[in-house]
Nanobody, 115 residues
Framework: QVQLVESGGGLVQAGGSLSVSCVASGTIFRDNPMGWWRQAPGKQRELVAV???????NYADSVKGRFTISRDNAKNTVYLQMNSLKPEDTAVYYCYYRKALSTYWGQGTQVTVSS
């Protein structure tokens, strides 16, 4: 069983920075993808960034150049550094980890960007 616990997030003004992190417990493999999705009110959940040892990193077009995902495999932790935040980045951010046919989710952390 895998459990994901997020931390970070909060309220920031447009143009500011925030970071979120996610610690995974259980059997975690570095080649399995780990990353972040987000869901804004009234919108579908969307992939923000993903990282895996064999495939590298991938970002949504809307966050490229502003967000950076990183991973510490020794700590089973994934980070998301968010810079130049925009009001449209406001959402609940969910950590996820995928192993075989199973996807595990964190409880979500709120990121609010004020204009």
């Amino acid at each position: 069983q895998v459990q994901l616990v997020e931390s970070g997030g909060g309220l920031v003004q447009a143009g500011g920075s925030l970071s979120v992190s996610c610690v995974a417990s259980g059997t975690i493999f570095r080649d399995n993808p780990m990353g972040w999705w987000r869901q804004a009110p009234g919108k579908q959940r969307e992939l923000v960034a993903v990282i895996a040892s064999d495939t590298g990193t991938n970002y949504a077009d809307s966050v490229k150049g502003r967000f950076t995902i990183s991973r510490d495999n020794a700590k089973n932790t994934v980070y998301l550094q968010m810079n130049s935040l925009k009001p449209e980045d406001t959402a609940v951010y969910y950590c996820y980890y995928r192993k075989a046919l199973s996807t595990y989710w964190g409880q979500g952390t709120q990121v609010t960007v004020s204009s």
